[in-house]
């Protein structure tokens, strides 16, 4: 079975950082497009960042552009999120997903369990 498990969520002062980190099980890892969802209270599920199968692409929201950096390590099974300079606007449950395609407007692909991220003074 296909098991995301997210980790590294907690409470941060506004500019502060957090690396959020997802284990990957059950399939080929290298084979997967990875991405990180967020969904806040009330708010459409949004995607965050993503990283193609070999580490090579990436792709960012607007507003996580030169505050969040997406990584993958392929002989560990691992994507990580380093977010830094954190706003409370990112205050939302952090889902790591795996696709085969490069398909981020769609909710396709296999899910985490999530993370909580929360952003406050």
């Known amino acids: 079975q296909v098991q995301l498990v997210a980790s590294g969520g907690g409470l941060v002062q506004p500019g502060g950082s957090l690396r959020l980190s997802c284990l990957a099980s059950?399939?080929?890892?290298?084979?997967?497009?990875m991405g990180w969802y967020r969904q806040a209270p009330g708010k459409e599920r949004e995607l965050v960042a993503a990283i193609g199968s070999l580490g090579i692409s990436k792709k960012y929201t607007d507003s996580a552009k030169g505050r969040f950096t997406i990584s993958r390590e392929n002989t560990k099974n691992m994507i990580y999120l380093q977010m830094n300079s954190l706003k409370p606007e990112d205050t939302a449950v952090y889902y790591c997903?795996?696709?085969?395609?490069?398909?981020?407007?769609?909710?396709?692909?296999?899910w985490g369990q999530g993370t909580q991220v929360t952003v406050s003074s």
């Open positions: 059950g399939f080929t890892f290298s084979d997967y497009h």
């Open positions: 997903n795996a696709r085969r395609s490069w398909t981020w407007g769609q909710e396709c692909g296999d």
